[in-house]
């Protein structure tokens, strides 16, 4: 793996943040104002709210500093609380409190924002570092029981009276922490009065190939054909054991360093993107506000489909023609051309292998226990959630070869977590615990689910295709957004009227149901 090109996150070392692996809203460097200059405070938090329970092998009576930042400007007495659940990654110059929908909430119920930082991440972080004994307690059962009692006991500056239950607090959170806020809601229903879960991921499973659904369907078509075409061709010489072949085409790429096939098939999809980790701006990170989103994945599909590119690259389409029966692997060449130009500059060593560029077998890389969020996050993903990025199967179109499969992402977990002595991880992860809040029969009251027919999560989500149809009913709100990508409902504009269309519509229906709710919370 090649964390350091993702910015190497320490607990208690502050930094900018560069790239999340995925959430687009944090990537986010604009229009930050004087007001995101928030000043940080910090919430003692018990380290272990489950003293009794069997689940932990050692328990603790610590406490650990739980980071937060507050926006009082809106507030009038006797308002609600916006909790915004940040999930994985630190807070470090967060701009939610400024323009979004939290913003737009606060300026119309006279409430309160707060951005709260998960623990195990950023400076929230229990240990100085993050052995497999040191993250027994990064479980979701005590991240949300986190929220439960912050939302209780928590002071805000210059405010009384603000605690929940007697006063109205309201969740937010988006993908991962979207699914937290269901889960919150749906555990700790008195606490707080509503919560909105937009992209929220509350279906675990051990592997995700849909999350390249929605490109292979929306992104265009003449891109995705030639991708699709490529990979059949590569995994032809796979299946044939063509290592010959398969060293030409990795070469193709500058990349004949790269060892194993999967850490080639991985290198050559960051551009598309996945579940996990990568370097670059992906289909993910495209938004409806040109001035918050990267139309990378647009710079790459037109690279891939020039039509007036070099001659050189032309050429290089026929290169392994003699392998695949004579057949011209159309575009190969603009896309070799894209990664050597794009992709094999983000590892300036040139040590293509190693696990600090695009090699991920490098097991002491994996095994450092210097706390940091993809850490972190990779812990959460190998212990509950799962989503291993993985390819459409034989029979199905793919955007990635099938030489990446769960195994790929489960020996990076074990080489991450080895048994330590209160804790292991599981072989693979323990879904049921995802899934047991409710998985895609979900029903919270007062709990608002908001998707995008066009976010690559949207299948782990409470539209998911998998899951039944959903309709609207004032216990059970949900919408999902036509055309829309990961938490497009996050980053609003002042002028909500100038919205486009679905995202406008969204957003005042996501106002008029807090009205409802906080109108009920008081009635
Ligand atoms: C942000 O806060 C720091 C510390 O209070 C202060 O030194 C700095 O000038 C502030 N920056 C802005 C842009 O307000
Ligand atoms: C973390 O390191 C600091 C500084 O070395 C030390 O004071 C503190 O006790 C350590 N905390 C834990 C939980 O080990
Ligand atoms: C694939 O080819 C290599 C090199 O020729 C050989 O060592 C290996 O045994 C072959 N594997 C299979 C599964 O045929
Ligand atoms: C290729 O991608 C670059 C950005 O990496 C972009 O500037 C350029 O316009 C793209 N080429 C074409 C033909 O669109
Ligand atoms: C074609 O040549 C250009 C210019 O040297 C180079 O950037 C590009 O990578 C080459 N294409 C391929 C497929 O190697
Ligand atoms: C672990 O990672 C940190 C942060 O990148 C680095 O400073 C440290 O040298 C690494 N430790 C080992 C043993 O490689
Ligand atoms: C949802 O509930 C139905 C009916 O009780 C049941 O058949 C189904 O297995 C449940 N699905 C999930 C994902 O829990």
């Not at 209160?422 to 072989?427: D, H, L, T």
């Amino acid at each position: 793996m090649k964390l350091s090109l993702w910015t190497w996150l320490a607990c208690h070392v502050a930094s900018t943040f560069a790239l999340s692996p995925r959430h687009p809203a944090r990537n986010l460097k604009t229009r930050a104002t004087a007001a995101s200059n928030h000043t940080a405070y910090y919430f003692d938090q018990a380290i272990d709210h489950f003293p009794q329970s069997s689940r932990y092998a050692r328990h603790s009576n610590g406490k650990f500093k739980q980071r937060y930042f507050v926006e009082t400007s809106y507030y009038k007495a006797g308002g609600p609380v916006f909790l915004y659940l940040a999930g994985e990654g630190p807070i470090d110059g967060d701009t939610h409190l400024d323009v979004s929908l939290i913003t737009h909430l606060m300026e119309q119920f006279n409430g309160a924002g707060v951005v709260l930082e998960n623990r195990y991440y950023g400076t929230s972080c229990p240990f100085n570092s993050s052995t497999t004994d040191e993250l027994l307690y990064l479980t979701t059962e005590q991240v949300i029981a986190d929220f439960d009692v912050f939302a209780r006991k928590v002071t805000l500056p210059g405010l009384t009276d603000i605690n929940a239950p007697s006063m109205p607090w309201i969740l937010y959170g988006g993908s991962y922490p979207g699914a937290l806020s269901a889960f919150t809601k749906k555990t700790y229903g008195d606490t707080f009065a509503g919560a909105i879960s937009s992209s929220g991921v509350i279906h675990g499973q051990l592997e995700y190939p849909q999350w390249y659904d929605p490109i292979q369907l929306l992104a265009p078509q003449d891109c995705v054909a030639s991708i699709n075409d490529i990979v059949d061709n590569m995994d032809y010489l796979v299946k044939s054991n063509n290592t010959a072949a398969i060293q030409q085409l990795k070469e193709l790429f500058g990349l004949g360093a790269l060892k194993d096939i999967r850490d080639f098939a991985q290198t050559i999809a960051f551009p598309i993107g996945g579940p996990f980790v990568y370097p670059t701006y992906t289909w993910q990170e495209i938004n409806w506000d040109p001035t918050r989103g990267h139309i990378d994945f647009f710079d790459f599909c037109r690279n891939v489909t020039d039509g007036n590119a070099p001659a050189n690259n032309t050429e290089a389409d026929s290169a392994l023609a003699a392998n695949t029966k004579g057949q011209v692997w159309k575009n190969l060449g603009n896309y070799a051309a894209y990664i050597k130009r794009v992709v094999l500059p983000l590892c300036p060593s040139g040590d293509y292998n190693s696990g600090e560029c695009f090699g991920t077998q490098d097991t002491a890389h994996w095994a450092n226990t210097t706390s940091n969020y993809v850490r972190s996050y990779l812990y959460t993903t190998c212990t509950e959630f799962g989503a291993y990025q993985s390819a459409q199967p034989y029979g199905k179109k793919s955007l990635i070869s099938r030489v990446i499969d769960a195994e790929y992402t489960q020996e990076w977990c074990n080489k991450a977590f080895p048994a330590g002595q209160y804790n292991s991880i599981p072989a693979t992860p323990d879904l049921d615990i995802w899934n047991a809040y409710g998985d895609f029969n979900f029903t919270a009251e007062n709990l608002l689910f908001v998707d995008g027919t066009a976010d690559p999560w949207k299948d782990l989500c409470y539209h998911s295709d998998l899951a039944p149809q959903r309709y609207w009913s004032d216990a059970y709100p949900q919408h999902l957004i036509n055309g829309a990508g990961h938490v497009w409902d996050l980053r609003t504009l002042v002028d909500v009227s100038a919205e486009p269309q679905f995202i406008r519509e969204a957003t005042y229906l996501e106002l008029r149901t807090v009205e409802r709710w906080l109108k009920d919370f008081r009635a």
